[in-house]
């Protein structure tokens, strides 16, 4: 009999510390591969250190986190699995969009350029493909920045507000391209303040206050358990409402 | 740590290049500095060409003393020049990569360094190239022969690439002391403003000095930093040559490159993944600066908070006032006299005031609506009129202007031996002027607003539009020109006309009602277009 699969995402004990502020205390989370679990927490309540940590931009100060079975200390082997979304699209303003996805492409040794065509079709991007970056509107970076981030096909895809700054027609493309990731077994993690989006996409969510889990599981448990049939809002702002939420 | 991928690394490095190549063409003033770096660097490589032609023959014949003089001076210069560019370059832009976020969560940050590297070494060339083909070419086809081009050559490529490296090297060590050092974090915008200031007065005041130059250069002759000139002894066939140290020169400039990356990789794995100190501003409701004790209760709030406002945002990025300090270089020459002849010039109190005047006036006040930068929709429609906002901008120019213009002209002034009557004309004039010119700058200011953003060491900061500069220091200049020829006929007796009362005093007299009738025009004019000005 075969060991079941390593998770996706899997941290123990992680905790980050800046100086004397508690970012993150004592995180234990695991994603199963294949899911998309939804992120939630205030500003400030250590989701972005959560992603740093795992995205191997940043170390913790103790614990351990695994991204796609590879512990994030290693992180040449990390980011061959992940693809990464952050707040901010990291596009260069000065190469076109398609210059980009070559770029991107080629530094992942992932050329092809069937698939690059075919998102930036999806994603409405073809016809502005052949413009400088800087002339993009919001939402054409985020597009651009996602497409990126998809372009390989990663074990696991990690998105920070992936929906912020687009309109609506361009928000329905983004997640069911999620959804549609999630079916080919990517496993999705998504932070995000729109709550209906996790709703709708997610199979578990966390939702993370001053650094702790305060509440963990599947949208429909959570309503049913914490807001006895409310929405994922009610569940939000009754787990996180002990404290004033901006830090 | 991992060894870098060469394929990675490149594809990094030529996109690196180009988006510096479209930088440059994508704006007037990259071109221009393009089109004049360009046609500067072709003239020196004429020059340096004909030069090697010419004058190679006179390194074979020369003593073996003066060949390893002129080698280590050379290979000192280049390597110092290539460092301090490279360092400049690391600090402000290249010491991490762009859009880092995506970069480093695609490829591992070993192949982002190299390939940073990569591209500042293809900087670094590209500024080289052409003078160091010159040069090769100058010294085979001249008399000193393939074997020395060859020598020089090699030896210029190497060390150019080592002072890129220690240059990116040193660089990542200034980024990751800001990010760790609390002190350094809370005041890095002063240290900035600081060094960038201090270094090319510093070089400046250096090479002033050639005794200085010469003793450090005879000190580094004697030492195993000059080895490498035994190449070029050996390429010679001087028989003072001693191949021993040739060889060792060789292997340790060579070997210093592997060294040099290594240690470059390590800093950046330390550097760009380290948790910057974030220094807290601290707010007191109740504590009373300097400000506040100058200015409550003495002028309106609204002309406070604007003074106060504009302090702050210098105090905590002193890079968005840095061009201000501009007219305090027209004050090289005359410190290049102080150092060399150890005499100050009875010109210097003057022309010292008139400088920080200058400089009071360009801090604040020379670009009143685009400074605003995106808060300018909020300041329009806050209850600020036009003149509590443009009096607000001129003392906050004026006030601490007035203080420095003080210190300068009375040091200087003492220093130089100016007589009482002389000295306290160019400390009138130098006040009236320094309270008059942010009014001049506002007027000027407002006339040619910029609000475009200019990457100015790496930080996007609206500065002044170029034509605000200039029709600032017309009137400023034409305003202070009776003060100012008056000064100079009496202390210099020009015309016989040394210590006349009366030229000082009609001067004085010419220039405040100058100053005071641009400066009442200029504060009128940037009020009402202040007050007036909408989004078109």
Redesign the interface.
């Known amino acids: 009999m075969c060991p079941p699969p390593a998770p996706a995402i899997s941290t123990d004990g992680l905790t980050k510390r800046?100086?004397d502020t508690d970012a993150i205390v004592d995180l234990d989370l695991t994603v199963p591969r294949g899911s998309v679990f939804g992120f939630l927490g205030p500003n400030g309540a250590g989701k972005t250190s959560t992603i740093r940590i795992l995205?191997?931009?940043?170390?913790p100060t103790s614990g351990t986190a695994r991204v796609a079975g590879e512990p994030v200390s290693d992180?040449?082997a990390v980011?061959d699995h992940?693809g990464?979304l952050?707040e901010?699209?990291?596009?260069?303003d000065?190469?076109t969009g398609r210059e980009q996805l070559e770029?991107?492409a080629?530094?992942?040794g992932h050329e092809d350029w069937e698939r690059v065509e075919s998102l930036l079709d999806r994603f409405d991007l073809s016809a502005d493909a052949d413009r400088r970056v800087e002339t993009y509107s919001k939402g054409m970076k985020q597009k651009l920045?996602l497409v990126?981030a998809l372009l390989h096909e990663p074990e696991v895809l990690i998105l920070d507000e992936p929906t912020s700054g687009l309109d609506p027609r361009a928000a329905r493309t983004v997640r069911d391209t999620i959804s549609e990731v999630a079916a080919a077994e990517t496993t999705v993690f998504l932070s995000t303040h729109i709550l209906p989006v996790v709703e709708e996409l997610a199979d578990t969510v966390g939702v993370l206050y001053d650094g702790d889990l305060v509440a963990e599981g599947a949208p429909a448990e959570l309503t049913d358990e914490i807001a006895s049939g409310g929405t994922l809002e009610d569940v939000f702002l009754d787990v996180t409402s002990e404290r004033p939420a901006e830090q | 740590m991992r060894r870098p991928d060469g394929h990675r690394a490149l594809l990094v490095a030529r996109i690196e290049l180009r988006r510096t190549w479209r930088k440059l063409l994508g704006t007037t003033r990259g071109t221009l500095t393009l089109g004049g770096g360009g046609l500067m660097i072709s003239l020196y490589s004429l020059a340096l060409g004909a030069a090697a032609l010419f004058l190679g023959g006179a390194l074979v014949e020369s003593d073996p003393h003066a060949v390893r003089l002129a080698t280590t001076g050379a290979i000192g210069g280049l390597l110092g020049l290539v460092a301090f560019v490279t360092l400049q370059h690391a600090v402000k832009s290249t010491g991490e990569p762009d859009a880092a976020d995506g970069l480093l969560t695609t490829i591992p940050y070993e192949d982002a360094l190299a390939g940073l590297v990569v591209a500042e070494v293809g900087r670094v060339f590209a500024g080289l190239a052409l003078p160091l083909l010159a040069l090769t070419l100058g010294l085979a086809a001249g008399s000193a022969g393939v074997g020395v081009a060859l020598v020089v050559l090699v030896g210029s490529v190497l060390v150019a690439v080592l002072g890129t490296l220690v240059g990116y090297g040193l660089g990542l060590v200034t980024k990751l002391v800001a990010s760790r050092s609390a002190v350094v974090a809370r005041h890095r915008a002063s240290i900035g403003a600081f060094v960038s200031l201090a270094l090319p007065v510093g070089w400046i005041a250096l090479t002033t000095v050639p005794s200085m130059q010469t003793r450090v250069l005879r000190l580094v002759t004697r030492s195993p930093l000059s080895w490498i000139a035994d190449a070029v002894l050996l390429a010679l066939e001087n028989p003072s040559a001693d191949p021993v140290h040739a060889g060792v020169a060789a292997i340790a400039l060579a070997g210093s490159l592997p060294l040099g990356s290594v240690a470059c990789l390590w800093l950046a794995g330390r550097t760009w993944y380290a948790d910057p100190i974030q220094p807290d501003h601290e707010f007191d409701a109740d504590e009373r600066t300097l400000s506040d004790r100058l200015l409550r209760g003495r002028v309106s709030t609204a002309t406070r908070v604007v003074a106060q406002k504009s302090w702050l945002r210098t105090k905590r990025a002193p890079i968005t006032v840095q061009y201000a300090v501009m007219p305090f270089f027209f004050l090289i020459y005359q410190l290049q006299t102080v150092v060399l002849e150890g005499v100050v010039s009875p010109t210097f109190p003057l022309t010292a005031g008139l400088a920080s005047a200058a400089a009071a006036g360009a801090a604040f006040s020379l670009n009143p609506l685009g400074g605003e930068e995106s808060v300018l929709p909020l300041t329009l429609t806050a209850n600020v009129s036009g003149r509590n906002f443009v009096s607000g901008l001129v003392l906050a120019g004026a006030l601490p202007g007035a203080a420095l213009t003080t210190v300068i002209v009375v040091g200087v002034g003492l220093a130089a031996g100016t007589p009482p009557l002389t000295l306290g004309v160019a400390l009138a004039t130098a006040l009236v002027v320094t309270v008059t010119a942010p009014a001049i700058a506002a007027g000027t200011g407002v006339a040619f607003p910029k609000f475009e953003s200019s990457s100015v060491q790496g930080r996007e900061v609206v500065v002044p539009s170029g034509w605000a500069f200039v029709g600032y220091f017309v009137v400023f200049g034409a305003a202070v020109a009776p003060a100012g020829l008056a000064f100079l006929f009496s202390v210099r007796d020009l015309f016989s006309l040394g210590g006349e009362p009366w030229l000082l005093g009609g001067g004085l007299t010419a220039t405040v009602l100058l100053c005071l009738g641009c400066g009442a025009v200029g504060y009128s004019y940037a009020a009402n277009r202040v007050a007036t000005y909408r989004f078109d």
């Open positions: 800046y100086g995205t191997t931009l940043t170390d992180r040449a980011v992940i990464f952050p901010e699209s990291p596009l260069y000065e190469l770029y991107i080629g530094l992942r920045g990126q």
